[in-house]
């Protein structure tokens, strides 16, 4: 079965900092690769996804994914963060059918 | 102008009682999904539809059942409500095809008492 792993369920960085956040995947085909976020009382939006092609994918708000398929991973990183991203953001793999298997996801905390 | 939408948001209810979600989207979508995020806000999917036909049904109990006027729309109905129901549902939408991306609705709260 496919399955997501996300590690840190809480990851801390100060405003301005790097941002990265830890996405494996265990997947016996190709697999493709989305990042949401969630903020508090809402609904998930999505960031990015990785399909095929570009192993870099560029996503709204500045953040950006690497796929590797040696390291069956997918980080999520941003640049310099900012209060606004304040956040949790779940890593959800794709499975036939379209069923998203997701990530059980990471809080980020961005303190000033 | 809101793309997934669900009603209600939040749903208080007592053990035992039938309750229904409606879910409705306008993005012309042909897919629909509902997935249930627990306490500790792990996702996963129960159902998806496409162009009103059950794709996918991951053994939820047969208390849980979906229905599809359309393909615009997916509700939700709960029969005989345990306290382990107790979540957010989630709808979502897409585009069959391989890895389109799935739209979310915003939630709604559901608390059995």
């Known amino acids: 079965a496919q399955s997501v792993t996300q590690l840190g369920s809480h990851v801390s960085v100060s405003e301005g900092a790097l941002v990265l956040l830890r996405c494996n995947y265990s997947?016996?085909?190709?697999?493709?690769l989305f990042w949401y976020v969630q903020y508090p009382n809402q609904g998930l939006q999505l960031l990015l996804k990785?399909?095929?092609?570009?192993?870099l994918v560029k996503g709204i708000n500045g953040f950006e994914a690497e796929f590797k398929k040696s390291e069956t991973s997918f980080h999520l990183t941003k640049p310099s963060a900012h209060m606004s991203d304040a956040a949790e953001y779940f890593c959800?793999?794709?499975?036939?059918?379209?069923?998203?298997?997701f990530g059980a996801g990471t809080i980020l905390r961005v303190k000033s | 102008d809101t793309a997934v939408s669900q009603t209600p948001k939040y749903l208080v209810t007592q053990m035992g009682n039938d309750k229904s979600i409606k879910c409705e989207q306008n993005?012309?979508?042909?897919?629909m999904y509902w997935y249930k995020q627990d306490s500790k806000k792990f996702l996963k999917i129960m159902f998806s539809?496409?162009?009103?036909?059950?794709?996918i049904n991951e053994t939820v109990p047969n208390r849980f059942s979906p229905k599809s006027p359309d393909k615009a729309h997916l509700n939700l109905h709960i029969n005989s409500l345990e306290l382990g129901d107790s979540a957010v549902y989630f709808c979502?939408?897409?585009?069959?095809?391989?890895?389109?991306?799935?739209?979310f609705g915003p939630g709604t709260r559901l608390t059995v008492t």
């Open positions: 997947s016996s085909v190709p697999p493709y």
């Open positions: 979502a939408s897409s585009m069959t095809g391989v890895a389109y991306e799935q739209y």
């Open positions: 993005l012309g979508h042909d897919t």
């Open positions: 990785y399909t095929t092609g570009a192993t």
């Open positions: 959800a793999l794709m499975e036939y059918g379209n069923k998203l298997v």
């Open positions: 539809y496409n162009n009103k036909e059950l794709i």
